[in-house]
């Protein structure tokens, strides 16, 4: 963390980035990501149950929108699908920051 200690606290200024909203800019945000992906095949990130998915889970944060996009393209990648789709999400078992806390313990625990 940047302010983690009073050294790098006094260094950088705290600026909070807003949460995106599912809107247009969110959708043309997943066209962007997916013009970038290395898969063989169009995956349509911005299709309703897509988008919606990867919002889901990604909270709105860039960061989790970012990983949970790379994640499922490089599972595409490996399983020879060349395309990211919504069972290909389900399979990663991803789970949403607000929940992660713990969420490998729990697991192992059940």
Same mark, same amino acid.
């Given at each position: 963390?940047?302010?983690?200690? !009073?050294?790098?606290?006094?260094?950088?200024?705290?600026?909070?980035?807003?949460?995106?909203?599912?809107?247009? @800019?969110?959708?043309? =945000?997943?066209? #962007?990501?997916?013009?970038?992906?290395?898969?063989?095949?169009? @995956?349509?990130? @911005?299709? %309703? &149950?897509?988008?919606?998915?990867?919002? @889901?889970? !990604? %909270?709105?944060? +860039?960061?989790?929108? *970012? !990983? *949970?996009?790379?994640? $499922? $393209?490089?599972?595409?990648?490996? #399983?020879? $699908?060349?395309? +990211? &789709?919504?069972?290909?999400?389900?399979? =990663?078992?991803?789970?949403? +920051? #607000?929940?992660?806390?713990?969420? &490998? =313990?729990?697991?192992? =625990?059940?």
């Amino acid at each position: 963390f940047v302010n983690a200690t !009073s050294e790098m606290a006094t260094r950088f200024e705290l600026v909070p980035i807003p949460r995106w909203q599912y809107d247009e @800019s969110y959708l043309m =945000l997943l066209d #962007s990501l997916e013009a970038a992906l290395p898969l063989a095949k169009a @995956s349509d990130l @911005s299709d %309703e &149950t897509l988008a919606r998915q990867i919002f @889901s889970l !990604s %909270e709105g944060l +860039i960061g989790e929108i *970012v !990983s *949970v996009v790379t994640k $499922a $393209a490089v599972a595409a990648l490996r #399983s020879g $699908a060349e395309r +990211i &789709t919504k069972a290909g999400i389900d399979e =990663l078992g991803y789970i949403p +920051i #607000s929940q992660r806390r713990n969420a &490998t =313990l729990r697991r192992q =625990l059940i």
